[in-house]
C-alpha cells in the first residue's frame, strides 16, 4: 500500500498465516462480531456515559458515513489526539472501517510535535477534544492548520467553536470500503532516540494477534473488567491487553481520567474492575496511598506494572499491600511484548520483566559486534517476529540502523536472560531518557535549545529519579553570563514541547566532556549529575 513502509518477506507472512497467527480479520469486522455476539452487554464505561458493543457498532458505521462525507478516504492519514472518552473507540473505529490511518497522538503533545506529525504524515483532518485538563487544543488546532498544507479538517470532540463538532457528524451508515487485513491500520509512534518520533505502521494482522495473544495471557474474558488510567492512545494501555484488548475477549472497560489514587480507587470498588495497568512512579503511588484509603480493592486481581523498569522491592509489596498478583510487561510500539505469567513464582514476578508471549517471537542478545552473548550476561535485545515491525513509515536511511539485513529490530535496550527465558531490562543503548514511562528523545530537546540566540551547545542526559526512575538535565553552554535557567525553560515551553520533555534541571557548563574521537561523553555527564 506504501511504498514507504517495510513490510514482511513473503516467506514469513506465509509462515504466519499457515501458523494461524494471522487469521485475515480486519478491527472492523471484530468489533462487528462482538457487536453480533455481545450485544446489550456494556463494552465501555466512560465518565459520563457508558456504551453497549451494539451501539458502539452503531455509532462506528454513523461516524464513519459522516466522515466520509465529510472527505475522509481509505489511505488518507488522520492525526488523533484525544483523551480517555468513548468517543476515542468511536474515532478509531469509524476510521478502521473507511480505511483511513489514525496516527496517535498523546493528550500531553503540544504544538511543536502535532505540527510535525500532521506535516510528516501528509494529515487531512486532526481530531481533538475542546478542552482537556485544563488546556483548549482548538487553539492549537489553529495554529496547527495555519501551518500545514495538506490539512483540511478540525473535529472536535465538545465545543467546536469554529471548528467542525464531531457530534454533528453521525449520519444514516453508507456503503464501506472493502479493507485488507495485511494493510496498515494505523501509525503509532515510538519513544524516539533521534529526534521526533518514528512513525510506526501496524497491520490489522499483526496487531490483532498481539491482542489475542496479550488476552490469552493476561487471562481476560467476558467478565475482565479493565480500567483505563493511563493515556489508551499509548501502546501500552491500547493493546497490552489495554482496551482494545478486553473489547476483543468480550470484556468492558471502564476509562479514568488520570491515574491518581483519589480518582482511580473509587472506580475500581464501584465498577469491579479486575485488571489495570500503570507504570512505575504510579505504582509506588497507589502503594503508598492504599493504606490511608477507605476504597474496596478486592475486586482487582492483577496490577500490570510496565513503561519502565520496576524495583524488586516495590514488586515484592504488590501482593501484600493491594491483595492482587503483579504482572510484569516489558514490550514496545514496534511489536514485541514480554509478559510475567499469572501463575510464575514470586522470584520470577518480583525480579524479571517476563518473556516473550509468541513462541514466534524471536531473540537476540548481543554484544557491540553484533556477536550473541552468553546466557545471563547482558547484551542489547534484538527481535523479530508477527507483530514486530519491519522498519518505519517513510525513514529507509533510519532503518538501515534500526534493524539488521535480516530483518530484527534493534531494541536500544540492554537485557539479559535468566536460564526460564525470561528478560531482565538492565539499562538502554539508546540516547533516551524514560521519565515515568514517557519516553524523551535527547536530541529532539538538544536541537530546541540550540535555537535560542544565547545556547552555544547543549546536552540532556538522564540523572537517576527514586520517584520516576529517571528525569532529565540539559547540561549548556552558553554565549554570556546573561542566559538563566527560567529562561531557558520559558523559551522550550514557548516553542510549544510538551511538559515532560522541559528538562527538570538545567546546568551551564564552560564545556563538555569529550570521547576519544571527540564526541560528546554523555557517560560523563550522567556521572556528573549523578554526584551532585
Same mark, same amino acid.
Given at each position: 500500500m506504501f511504498a514507504n513502509c517495510t513490510s514482511w518477506p513473503e516467506a514469513f507472512t506465509d509462515q504466519y498465516r499457515k501458523e494461524g497467527c494471522w487469521k485475515g480479520e480486519t478491527f472492523g469486522e471484530m468489533l462487528r462480531e462482538r457487536a453480533l455476539k455481545y450485544g446489550d452487554r456494556t463494552?465501555?464505561?466512560?465518565k459520563e456515559r457508558e456504551i453497549s458493543y451494539k451501539h458502539l457498532d452503531r455509532n462506528v458505521d454513523q461516524l464513519a458515513a459522516g466522515l466520509h462525507q465529510m472527505g475522509i478516504r481509505q489511505y488518507d492519514r488522520v492525526v488523533v489526539q484525544l483523551p480517555n472518552r468513548i468517543e476515542f473507540f468511536e474515532v478509531i473505529f469509524a476510521l478502521f472501517r473507511l480505511g483511513a490511518l489514525p496516527v496517535f497522538a498523546l493528550p500531553s503533545h503540544r504544538y511543536s510535535e502535532i505540527r510535525y506529525f500532521c506535516?510528516?504524515?501528509?494529515?487531512?483532518?486532526?481530531?481533538?477534544?475542546?478542552?482537556?485538563?485544563?488546556?483548549?487544543f482548538r487553539s492549537l488546532a489553529k495554529k496547527v492548520i495555519e501551518t500545514v498544507p495538506t490539512l483540511q479538517h478540525i473535529v472536535v470532540i465538545g465545543d467546536g467553536g469554529k471548528f467542525q463538532a464531531l457530534d454533528q457528524l453521525y449520519q444514516d451508515p453508507i456503503d464501506l470500503p472493502n479493507i485488507d487485513s495485511s494493510e496498515i491500520v494505523f501509525f503509532q509512534l515510538s519513544g524516539g532516540s533521534t529526534g521526533l518520533p518514528k512513525f510506526i505502521p501496524r497491520t490489522h494482522d499483526d496487531y490483532i494477534y498481539s491482542l489475542r495473544l496479550s488476552a490469552e495471557?493476561?487471562?481476560?474474558?467476558?467478565?475482565?473488567?479493565y480500567l483505563a488510567v493511563l493515556p489508551i492512545a499509548h501502546n501500552y494501555p491500547l493493546s497490552s491487553p489495554g482496551v482494545l484488548g478486553t473489547l476483543y475477549a468480550g470484556g468492558r472497560v471502564v476509562l479514568s481520567g488520570d491515574s491518581s489514587p483519589d480518582e482511580a480507587f473509587p472506580l475500581i470498588e464501584r465498577e469491579q474492575v479486575t485488571i489495570t495497568a500503570l507504570v512505575p512512579p504510579i505504582a509506588l503511588v497507589w502503594l503508598e496511598a492504599v493504606s490511608s484509603r477507605q476504597c474496596d480493592l478486592s475486586s482487582l486481581e492483577v496490577l500490570q506494572v510496565g513503561g519502565g523498569k520496576f524495583g524488586s522491592e516495590a514488586a515484592?509489596?504488590?501482593?501484600?499491600?493491594?491483595?492482587?498478583?503483579?504482572?510484569?510487561?516489558y514490550g514496545m510500539a514496534e511489536g514485541l511484548v514480554n509478559y510475567t505469567r499469572l501463575d510464575d513464582p514470586e522470584e520470577i514476578l518480583i525480579h524479571?520483566?517476563?518473556?516473550?508471549?509468541?513462541?514466534?517471537?524471536?531473540?537476540?542478545i548481543v554484544d557491540e559486534e553484533d556477536r550473541e552473548v552468553a546466557l545471563g550476561e547482558v547484551g542489547e535485545l534484538l527481535t523479530r517476529g508477527?507483530?514486530?515491525?519491519?522498519?518505519?513509515?517513510?525513514?529507509?536511511?533510519?532503518?538501515?540502523?534500526?534493524?539488521?539485513?535480516?530483518?530484527?529490530?534493534?531494541?536500544?535496550? $540492554?537485557?539479559?536472560?535468566?536460564?526460564?527465558?525470561? +528478560?531482565?531490562?538492565? =539499562?538502554? #543503548?539508546?540516547?533516551? /531518557?524514560?521519565?515515568g514511562g514517557e519516553k524523551i528523545a535527547a536530541a529532539e530537546v538538544e536541537n530546541h535549545l540550540l535555537a535560542h540566540p544565547l545556547v552555544r551547545d547543549a546536552a540532556i542526559v538522564s540523572m537517576p529519579d527514586e520517584?520516576?526512575?529517571?528525569?532529565?538535565?540539559?547540561?549548556?553552554?552558553?554565549?554570556?553570563?546573561? $542566559?538563566?535557567?527560567?529562561?531557558?525553560?520559558?523559551? +522550550?515551553?514557548?516553542? =510549544?514541547? #510538551?511538559?515532560?520533555? /522541559?528538562?527538570?534541571?538545567?546546568e551551564f557548563i564552560d564545556s563538555f566532556p569529550k570521547t576519544a574521537v571527540g564526541k560528546v561523553n554523555k557517560r560523563s555527564l550522567r556521572q556528573m549529575v549523578a554526584n551532585k
Open positions: 463494552a465501555v464505561t466512560g506535516e510528516f504524515s501528509e494529515a487531512k483532518a486532526y481530531i481533538i477534544a475542546d478542552r482537556d485538563a485544563g488546556f483548549d495471557v493476561c487471562n481476560l474474558h467476558e467478565s475482565s473488567v515484592r509489596r504488590v501482593k501484600p499491600v493491594i491483595g492482587c498478583t503483579l504482572q510484569q510487561v524479571t520483566q517476563g518473556r516473550p508471549m509468541s513462541p514466534y517471537d524471536e531473540i537476540r508477527p507483530y514486530t515491525i519491519r522498519g518505519y513509515y517513510k525513514a529507509k536511511e533510519y532503518n538501515r540502523k534500526a534493524f539488521t539485513s535480516d530483518g530484527f529490530y534493534r531494541t536500544g535496550d $540492554l537485557v539479559r536472560m535468566t536460564p526460564e527465558g525470561y +528478560l531482565i531490562v538492565e =539499562g538502554r #543503548a539508546k540516547d533516551q /531518557i524514560n521519565r520517584f520516576l526512575g529517571e528525569r532529565s538535565c540539559a547540561f549548556v553552554i552558553a554565549q554570556d553570563d546573561s $542566559l538563566n535557567i527560567a529562561e531557558v525553560k520559558a523559551f +522550550l515551553r514557548e516553542r =510549544g514541547l #510538551a511538559a515532560f520533555k /522541559i528538562p527538570d534541571r538545567v
